[in-house]
């Protein structure tokens, strides 16, 4: 019962801006948008989350459609330490918002 | 300052042998959580601890499986009898706990089971 699906991996080239998409039709209204990375052999790392407006940080941009069943994840310029699985999970925000990871993306950034 | 740490990072073990996992949260976070990740999977919830109100353990697959916490300190995972199909990378995460903002979980390296 997969609340998001994302594809399986992506290539980028380095210096190239990659774009991970997220569909989550079945999102509900209070549920958010939070993307993580897990870098080989590493435990997740949080990037971003949002509710419905575009958000953007040191890490990443953030872009979710106006009826919030898609999303976009922008590495504006990505490096090859950027490689990873990243995995977006829809999910209530505060206390006990335990996570629900699906299978990701495995990004791929190429010289 | 310090992460969240786990102990061992390796640990093999035979089948029908009892284990147990360690995590340190970092200091402060009131909310910890265990996930379990298979080969080349996603992470399976399996327990959340917030402060001292009973634990969340609906994610816990088996009753071989059990998790303590003693306050907002060190917590451990448990599992008796292990069987192979437990072999994964365990992974505890802590955060904070406020309830108008978005408590981000911050990761451990996980400790690898092999469950020979």
């Known amino acids: 019962d997969a609340k998001t699906t994302q594809p399986p991996s992506m290539d980028c080239a380095e210096g190239r801006a990659a774009n991970l998409p997220c569909n989550h039709s079945?999102?509900?209204?209070?549920?958010?948008v939070y993307w993580y990375r897990q870098i080989h052999s590493q435990g997740p790392q949080y990037i971003i989350h949002?509710?419905?407006n575009n958000e953007t940080n040191e890490m990443a941009s953030l872009i979710i459609t106006e009826d919030r069943k898609s999303s976009t994840l922008i590495l504006p310029h990505a490096t090859l330490r950027d490689t990873a699985v990243y995995y977006c999970?829809?999910?209530?925000?505060?206390?006990?918002?335990?996570?629900?990871f699906g299978g990701g993306t495995r990004l791929m950034v190429k010289p | 300052g310090a992460g969240v740490s786990q102990s061992p990072s390796n640990k093999v073990t035979e089948k029908g042998k009892d284990v147990e996992l360690r995590c340190d949260p970092i200091?402060?976070?009131?909310?910890l959580y265990w996930y379990r990740q298979r080969l080349g999977q996603g992470l399976e919830f399996l327990i959340y601890?917030?402060?001292?109100?009973?634990?969340?353990k609906s994610g816990l697959p088996s009753d071989r499986f059990s998790a303590e916490r003693t306050g907002e300190s060190v917590s451990t995972l448990t599992i008796q009898r292990t069987q192979q199909e437990d072999s994964a990378v365990y992974l505890c995460?802590?955060?904070?706990?406020?309830?108008?903002?978005?408590?981000?979980?911050?990761f451990g390296p996980g400790t690898r089971l092999t469950v020979l």
């Open positions: 995460a802590s955060s904070l706990l406020w309830t108008n903002s978005y408590n981000e979980q911050f």
């Open positions: 079945t999102i509900s209204g209070n549920e958010y």
């Open positions: 949002g509710l419905k």
């Open positions: 999970i829809v999910g209530l925000r505060g206390a006990g918002n335990m996570l629900t």
């Open positions: 200091s402060g976070h009131t909310a």
């Open positions: 601890f917030q402060g001292n109100s009973a634990p969340d």
